[in-house]
């Protein structure tokens, strides 16, 4: 199933397909990064969680999504 997503998270593309875990994974890197928080709002925080360690994201935003994860409690 292809959906199409902002551009101001993903450019290169019109549509991914969120069943295809690759692009799953590489969708949620995107929005973490550049999401905005209508778009973080639809992320599975528990998936987020699990997912955080293969991300290598700059060390302020891997700060940022551990402390509001912990929050959450999804430590």
């Known amino acids: 199933m292809r959906e199409t997503i902002p551009?101001?998270?993903?450019w290169s593309t019109d549509a991914i397909d969120l069943t295809d875990p690759f692009q799953r994974q590489w969708y949620i890197?995107?929005?973490l990064l550049?999401?905005?928080?209508s778009d973080i709002q639809t992320l599975?925080?528990?998936?987020v969680a699990g997912l955080l360690n293969?991300?290598?994201?700059?060390?302020h935003l891997d700060r940022l999504w551990r402390t509001?994860?912990?929050?959450?409690?999804?430590?």
């Open 7 to 10: 551009r101001h998270i993903v």
């Open 29 to 31: 890197h995107q929005v």
């Open 34 to 37: 550049y999401g905005r928080a």
């Open 44 to 47: 599975d925080l528990a998936e």
């Open 68 to 75: 509001f994860l912990e929050t959450k409690g999804y430590a």
């Open 54 to 59: 293969d991300f290598h994201l700059p060390t």
